[in-house]
T-cell receptor, first 111, second 115 residues
Framework: AQSVTQLGSHVSVSEGALVLLRCNYS??????LFWYVQYPNQGLQLLLK??????LVKGINGFEAEFKKSETSFHLTKPSAHMSDAAEYFC?????????FGAGTTVTVRA | NAGVMQNPRHLVRRRGQEARLRCSPM?????VYWYRQLPEEGLKFMVY????????ESGMPKERFSAEFPKEGPSILRIQQVVRGDSAAYFC?????????????FGPGTRLLVL
């Protein structure tokens, strides 16, 4: 089964700074990749997904991710962090109809 | 269009009691999935259902856990004789189709605490 690995369980950034969350996948075929965000005590909200239509995927709230086959990566970025970006972020890959999630990265934003 | 609804949002049970978690998918969605988020273990797939059918329950513990998605009404995840290790957040998701890049929309979750 395909899997994803998120590097870094915690990321701390200053407000206005770049947010970079790393995700690597293991797959021998083109994967279906997703990024979800989870705010405290809430469910998961889809940020964006890779559908093979374009390698640079734009999502909600100013986030984007780039699919790099050569690096088997799908890192999530946002040019300028906002306080409201403080949350936990999950990278996931679809195996048939099951989502397999990474361990998650908690983002804190410093004023 | 209302999102995926789950209730209760919080549930406290004593060891040995039963827990019933309910999930109403988004309108028009006939595919329902349950995931469990255990502390230190992350989010794991439990079961995939369509109306009146369990398609894949490979992620469900073999004992005490069951799920259904009847023709009418919400999907139910049932945990019998709960133990402390069942304490977790249980999320339901739904979609219009299954697999590929189809988006699964998640509910707010039910946080189960077993005393």
């Amino acid at each position: 089964a395909q899997s994803v690995t998120q590097l870094g369980s915690h990321v701390s950034v200053s407000e206005g700074a770049l947010v970079l969350l790393r995700c690597n996948y293991s797959s021998s075929v083109p994967p279906y990749l997703f990024w979800y965000v989870q705010y405290p005590n809430q469910g998961l909200q889809l940020l964006l997904k890779y559908t093979s239509a374009a390698t640079l995927v734009k999502g909600i709230n100013g986030f984007e991710a780039e699919f790099k086959k050569s690096e088997t990566s799908f890192h999530l970025t946002k040019p300028s962090a906002h306080m409201s970006d403080a949350a936990e972020y999950f990278c996931a890959v679809m195996n048939d109809y099951k989502l397999s999630f990474g361990a998650g990265t908690t983002v804190t934003v410093r004023a | 269009n209302a999102g995926v609804m789950q209730n209760p949002r919080h549930l406290v049970r004593r060891r040995g009691q039963e827990a019933r978690l309910r999930c109403s998918p988004m309108k028009g969605h006939s595919h329902v999935y349950w995931y469990r988020q255990l502390p230190e273990e992350g989010l794991k797939f439990m079961v995939y259902l369509q109306k009146e059918n369990i398609i894949d329950e490979s992620g469900m513990p073999k004992e005490r856990f069951s799920a259904e998605f009847p023709k009418e009404g919400p999907s139910i995840l049932r945990i019998q004789q709960v133990v402390r290790g069942d304490s977790a957040a249980y999320f339901c998701a739904s979609s219009t189709r299954a697999g590929g890049f189809e988006t699964q929309y998640f509910g707010p979750g039910t946080r189960l605490l077993v005393l």
